[in-house]
């Protein structure tokens, strides 16, 4: 690591400037953060309430409706555990940390709803696919199982566009385009310089 000379701290009492510190912090992963109120032990209990309906809620609302929710996303091929908080953490990224946390020791994908955002985590569904469905359940004002039926009807509905198909008409587009470009290249060379009748 550098070190400031003399020369560099004059230079900088004369201009005003200060020396940062390097930014080598910036680039290291940072630790899962856990909504306030929800503590190690917390996580333990909430994974031992999934065991009999797939269902742990802190808030103690919904569950019966959840578990129907639950249940339902399982029967079309998705296990699904729903996590209930109240209130909203300070960062929506923190109900990741805890469905990642959760997802440890669950099979399949998580879900842990706040009042108004969402965190997933899923060992069988894409990230892309995850957020997609996050959006139809966020700010539902505390209306978890109209949150939670939001989120698996978004999960069971087809994509509304294939990339695969998309990356496919593009690529054979472009193929079409540059066989086509060839030809007209190849036809003018045989044809000779323009004028030369």
């Known amino acids: 690591m550098p070190v ?6 004059d230079a900088a009492r004369q201009t005003g400037w200060k020396m940062t510190a390097p930014h080598t912090s910036v680039f290291t992963p940072m630790a899962a ?7 190690a032990d917390t996580v333990v209990a909430l994974t031992a309430d ?5 269902v742990a809620t802190l808030t103690g ?3 019966e409706q959840l578990a129907a ?3 339902d996303a399982r029967s079309q091929g998705i296990p699904l555990n729903i996590v209930v908080i109240p209130g909203n ?3 929506d990224s923190s109900l990741r940390d ?3 946390e959760v997802g440890k020791t669950q099979q399949g994908t998580v879900v842990v709803l706040s009042d108004d955002w ?3 985590y899923s060992d069988t569904v894409s990230r892309v696919r995850l957020e997609w469905a996050e959006d139809a359940a966020k700010y539902t004002q505390g209306a978890s199982a109209e949150a939670a039926g939001n989120f698996v009807e978004r999960l069971v509905t087809p994509e509304p566009m294939s990339w695969t198909a998309i990356t496919c008409a593009v690529l054979a587009g472009t193929s079409v385009v540059i066989v086509g470009l060839a030809w007209v290249k190849a036809r003018r060379t045989s044809e000779g310089p323009l004028g030369s009748d």
């Open 118 to 120: 969402v965190g997933t």
């Open 89 to 91: 953490p300070g960062h």
């Open 69 to 71: 929710i639950a249940a």
């Open 61 to 63: 609302r919904d569950e």
């Open 50 to 54: 999934l065991a009999d309906d797939h």
């Open 33 to 39: 953060e856990l909504p306030p109120n929800v503590t």
């Open 4 to 9: 400031a000379s003399d020369a560099d701290t």
């Open 98 to 100: 805890l469905a990642t």
